[in-house]
């Protein structure tokens, strides 16, 4: 069995091969470090036409998801994973959405906890509010911007996770080291050859002093963040030692 699992509510399950088929997602999906299920609403219509939308009552454009489709997919997953852990199971259900709170890595590490989790990935103008007030637990977003559907959020908020993941990463420090980890974004990173575009690869780097070289990416960090994400200083506490490298030029 998994280490975590998402259920994953789409009309396009075909778009989460990227999740799938590629990358460290799909190292770990097939480590079974974590799994992933579609369900397409379409499967719980009752009518011929498998109807999964309507007109929104008071006007306006575009069409809304209806809810009763996408509530007997979410019971469908309960009794799933219930009969799976042979104990009654409610995961955590998250609406992808704009109208949620911003994805963060302090986000991840509280989304970890769950265990389980099933991703409502709605299309059109939304879902009818009053599933979403009865079934779902929170809804996050991903980014002040609209996109088509919810299915690149949720392909969004499963790397984030399953990265964090034991397992996950060939070395165990990535995710350590990763920007936002400590609340600062990475420092710079430098590879072969020593010398690009007459460029050379800081000394520091190569000199074999771990304590030095340790010190010089917290500095880069530090000044990283304030150039770029000012912002992510401001909320934090500097240390003395932080403070006296951020002055430094």
């Known amino acids: 069995m998994a280490n975590f699992k998402f259920d994953v509510i789409t009309l396009f399950p075909e778009m989460f091969e990227a999740i ?11 480590n079974k470090i974590f799994s992933l299920q579609c369900w397409n609403p379409r499967d719980f219509t009752t009518d011929n036409h498998k109807t999964i939308d309507d007109r929104p009552y008071g006007g306006g454009p575009g069409m809304l998801m209806l809810a009763e489709p996408l509530e007997k997919a979410i019971e469908a997953i309960n009794f799933a994973n219930s009969q799976e852990a042979k104990e009654k199971v409610e995961s955590w259900v998250i609406h992808l959405s704009p109208a949620g709170k911003s ?4 986000k991840v590490m509280q989304l970890l906890q769950k265990q389980s989790l099933v991703l409502l990935t709605s299309r059109y103008e939304g879902v009818d509010q009053r599933l979403i007030d009865t079934y779902v637990d929170e809804e996050i977003s991903i980014g002040d911007y609209v996109l088509s559907g919810g299915e690149i959020p949720a392909m969004a908020l499963i790397d984030a996770i399953v990265r964090q993941l034991p397992g996950c990463l060939g070395d165990g420090d990535s995710a350590i080291e990763d920007s936002f980890v400590d609340g600062l974004l990475d420092c710079p990173h430098y590879t072969r050859p020593v010398e690009y575009k007459s460029v050379k690869v800081p000394e520091v780097l190569m000199s074999g002093n771990h304590a030095k070289i340790k010190q010089w990416r917290l500095k880069m960090s530090l000044h990283r963040t304030r150039d770029k994400r000012p912002d992510l200083l401001a909320a934090r506490l500097l240390t003395k030692e932080e403070a006296r490298l951020l002055q430094e030029d």
């Open 103 to 106: 994805l963060t890595h302090e």
């Open 20 to 30: 799938i088929k590629y990358g460290i997602t799909s190292r770990a999906l097939h």
